[in-house]
């Protein structure tokens, strides 16, 4: 069953609706009383209106829809705005940059300013997700008889954390500003362990309000399998998606309503041709494009990007503005447990997982029974990219190789000469934005 997340462009805190009402109030009071006679403006939402079920779930779509544009990106903006899942593919194997923006070109090579406004707007837009969701939980809870709310929410809580935690460098602040609209309250800066362990307690959270929901509970554990596999802790993630079913996908949804709630991956690929799917890129990287593997779609070849210099190939996973993405699924939880058998030296049962799945899109079977070590692992971190391709794992993946697996980056990261010139830089994280300066508890990277 399918579970989706509405991309709602809305108002998303308490305060900036006190903020909207009083101003509208304001400009009510320098009228004549006979203008406004029988007028309703159903568009508008007050802080009274908040406080039921209705204000909850408005509240709730204004949080799923800045989790889309964190995640996806959007239409929206100059040049459209990226999202996390194209700005870590370009850090990763997935894309080439065929653009001439210089700040999407720094993750292209890896080559990152903490000026970056590409990854401040990322940062400032997952922060803006958590906070409404927080928002929405607290006043849910404050409101009562809407457990679903609170576990969807806290989940949605869980995946910035992860998300965060797999993409940027330790030392990422979490602030909080109140539903009251107090003053802001500065987090201290995270280590990636405190990030992924922050976001196991709120999975737990949410699998506790989930009140029997199958796809919410399933939602959290997906999650915080997640959480467990960027710590290290591999059978406990396998242990914790044991029982989510295969056909499960959560959706992140877009929609032509807005520019802003279109799909951000199609757009920057698609339409603006500054995204190309990648094929060997660095020497280490996948071949997503010579593999000719229906989960990695493609055309193209024969015309230039964006910059009219790099020859564009386009991904056809996403082909319109209202492509769904999966935020989890029931085959991201089959892959967690072949991971485990992958990392017990278990070849045959980590092929007879990937086969199981290859089945059902009609691709022949693998023989893992003769792989070991590193190469074994490195056999299912290929049909993992391939099945999660573009979703926004697989940066998280090649670091987690490296941080818990010990491999060298240079091994599995685009490594050596950049195909414009110059070469790869060692970085494999985001930095902390400069942005973030404003919190006096500031550290920049911490590792």
Known sequence: ?????????????????????????????????????????????????LNS????????????????????GSA????????????????????????????????DTRILQNTNSDMDNIYSNMHRARAGAEATIDLAQGFGGVPEVESEMQSIVGYTYVMFAETFCGGVPFSKVPSDGGAIIYGQPLSQTDMFNTAINWF?????????????????????ARAL?????????????????????????HSVNSRRQENGIYIMSTVRRQFSIADGKGGNGLMYRSANDPRTPWNGGTAFGQDDITLYY????????????????????????????????????????HNALRLTMSLPPLDFSALTGDDLMLAHMAE?????????HRHGDL?????????????????????????????LKFPVPQSEANNPNYAGCLD
């Open 1 to 49: 069953m399918k579970k989706l997340i509405k991309n709602t462009n809305i108002i998303g805190s308490f305060k900036g609706l006190f903020l909207v009402s009083l101003s509208l109030l304001f400009a009510l009071g320098t009228i004549s009383c006979d203008s406004i006679v029988d007028v309703t403006d159903p568009d508008i939402v007050t802080p009274e209106s």
């Open 53 to 72: 079920e209705a204000g909850i779930q408005t509240l709730k779509a204004g949080s799923l829809g800045d989790f889309a544009v964190a995640m996806s």
């Open 76 to 107: 929206a903006g100059h040049g459209a705005t990226t999202g996390l899942i194209s700005m870590s593919g370009l850090m990763a194997d997935e894309y080439n940059y065929s653009g001439t923006f210089p700040t999407r070109r720094e993750a």
């Open 204 to 224: 737990e959270q949410a699998l506790a309000s989930s009140s029997g929901n199958p796809d919410l509970a399933d939602l959290a554990r997906v999650g915080k």
């Open 229 to 253: 596999l960027g710590l290290g802790q591999i059978s406990a993630a396998a242990n914790e998606v044991a029982t989510v079913a295969t056909d499960f996908v959560y959706n992140i949804e």
């Open 314 to 353: 386009n991904q056809l996973k996403y082909t319109d503005e209202n492509a769904s993405v999966a935020l989890a699924s029931g085959i991201e939880a089959r892959l967690i447990e072949a991971e485990a058998l992958a990392d017990s030296d278990d070849g045959a049962g980590t092929h007879t997982i």
């Open 384 to 392: 993992r990219a391939f099945w999660l391709y573009s979703t926004g």
């Open 399 to 427: 670091r987690r190789l490296v941080d818990v697996y010990g491999m060298q980056a240079a091994d599995v990261f685009p490594w050596g000469a950049y195909f414009k010139g110059g070469s790869y830089d060692t970085t």
